[in-house]
């Protein structure tokens, strides 16, 4: 069963800096894509950054150049470094995964395109 759970939320003050960790258990393809995504109140759940299994990564524009993903395989734990932030970063974060023959995270960019979702941990970042 694969299992992803976030940790790292908190209350920050702009400008702060959080790092976000999703540990991930029972996911066992070789080709895949992981990404975080964050969903505010009212609003469509965004994808933030994404890394495959070449360790290619994507960031979208509205926080290239402050957040950072990466990952440690050999922890099987997906990060989030968020720097510079901003109040308008404040969002549920959650880690998704896809996995499969020839998976990469080219076109995936909806919440659709992802099997396995965490549980989300929450970012406030105040004024």
């Known amino acids: 069963q694969v299992q992803l759970a976030e940790f790292g939320g908190g209350s920050v003050q702009a400008g702060g800096s959080l790092r976000l960790s999703c540990v991930v258990s029972g996911f066992t393809y070789s080709n895949y894509c992981m990404a975080w995504f964050r969903q505010g109140p009212g609003k469509e759940r965004e994808r933030v950054a994404a890394i495959d299994s070449e360790g290619s990564t994507n960031t979208a524009g509205s926080v290239k150049g402050r957040f950072t993903i990466s990952q440690d395989n050999a922890k099987n734990t997906l990060y989030l470094e968020m720097n510079s932030l901003k109040p308008e970063d404040t969002s549920m974060y959650y880690c998704?995964?896809?996995?499969?023959?020839?998976?990469?995270?080219?076109?995936?960019?909806?919440?659709?395109?992802?099997?396995?979702w965490g549980q989300g941990t929450q970012v406030t970042v105040s004024s």
């Open positions: 998704a995964a896809h996995g499969g023959a020839g998976v990469d995270c080219y076109g995936r960019d909806r919440y659709y395109h992802y099997n396995y």
